[in-house]
């Protein structure tokens, strides 16, 4: 894991299918009051992954400001988490 990921405190919520970009306007939109059901149709994706999403997210300590840290683009996050083990249905090369 890089430093740059380690000092941004987000390890918790990595996972190689989602990005800054994407948790903020989740974020955003939920803040807004809009349904998590529209919120997965505007950003195509599953309503119970995006419910999901949603629920790791608010629980993180000064969410928002990490992210910003972090870098807001639409880079997915790497494919290791905070313990150094690749997410389900990530194949290591040989």
Known sequence: MTARNRQHGLQSIFHPHWSPAVDSQLLTLRDQGVS???IAMALMRQPKAVEQRW???????GIREKLRS????????PAENSDGFRQRGEVSAP
């Open 36 to 38: 998590l059901d529209r």
């Open 70 to 77: 972090f870098g807001s683009d639409y880079s997915e996050y």
């Open 55 to 61: 629920h790791r997210l608010r629980v993180v300590a």
